[in-house]
């Protein structure tokens, strides 16, 4: 697997409820990406980022933010956590001149 | 608009049998195709690219341009292939090294 790690791997959280997730990555790539999982609707990309401090909304960014203060961390927020953000969530990374992305481990987030 | 089109939900079959999975594309030139595999509540990992032409696991992809398909199959299916299988290709222009993922395949092989 590429070195590509994402914390907490399990979340239950409150409506209501700041929530930040960590994607960290060693492999110094340039782009990374952050999408949700859920059944019938595949994976969809959320909010990715083309460099440090560059990031750019994805297909489903309402209600989240991302931030990318330096290369190997891009970091995830939903600002008020609502049941319908119960999802998986994928880190993913690639590098410049190849277009596959390698994905981290996913974390589970519920929403009560 | 869905640029990739992954038809068929899911797919059971028995070990053994043949399986293909349908990926249908919009694209214009000659786009780079991929299949990724995830096995249950693993990461998505890549499984091929039409680039490079190889064969994992005993699968196959071939990229039809005339009718922009790029369906992966295998001859023999193993209970270890039951997984979710996503067709994806990059965006049409710059794109940011985006792909466009299906919304993916769940193969289930019937002991």
């Known amino acids: 697997d590429a070195g590509i790690t994402q914390s907490p791997r399990h979340k239950v959280t409150e409506t209501g409820t700041p929530v930040t997730l960590r994607c960290h990555q060693t492999?110094?790539?340039?782009?990374m990406y952050w999408y949700r999982q859920d059944p019938g609707h595949g994976l969809r990309l959320i909010h990715y980022?083309?460099?440090?401090?560059?990031?750019d909304k994805g297909e489903v960014s309402d209600g989240y933010s991302v931030s990318r203060s330096k290369t190997e961390d891009f970091l995830l927020t939903l600002e008020s956590a609502t049941s319908s953000q119960t999802s998986v969530y994928f880190c993913?990374?690639?590098?410049?001149?190849?277009?596959?992305?390698?994905f981290g481990p996913g974390t589970r987030l519920t929403v009560t | 608009a869905q640029r990739v089109t992954q038809p068929e939900k899911l797919l059971s079959v028995f070990k053994g049998a043949p399986v293909e999975l349908k990926c249908n594309y919009s694209?214009?030139?000659?786009?780079?195709l991929f299949w990724y595999v995830q096995y249950s509540r693993q990461r998505l990992q890549l499984l091929l690219r039409?680039?490079s032409r190889e064969s994992i696991k005993g699968f196959t992809a071939d990229l039809n341009k005339g009718e922009t398909s790029f369906h992966l199959k295998k001859p023999f299916a193993q209970e270890e292939d039951s997984a979710m299988y996503y067709c994806?290709?990059?965006?049409?222009?710059?794109?940011?090294?985006?792909?466009?993922f299906g919304k993916g395949n769940q193969v289930v092989v019937i002991p």
């Open positions: 993913a990374i690639s590098g410049t001149g190849a277009y596959e992305q390698y």
């Open positions: 492999e110094n790539h340039r782009y």
């Open positions: 980022s083309y460099g440090v401090k560059d990031t």
């Open positions: 694209y214009s030139g000659s786009p780079e």
């Open positions: 039409h680039i």
């Open positions: 994806a290709l990059p965006p049409l222009s710059g794109g940011n090294n985006r792909l466009a």
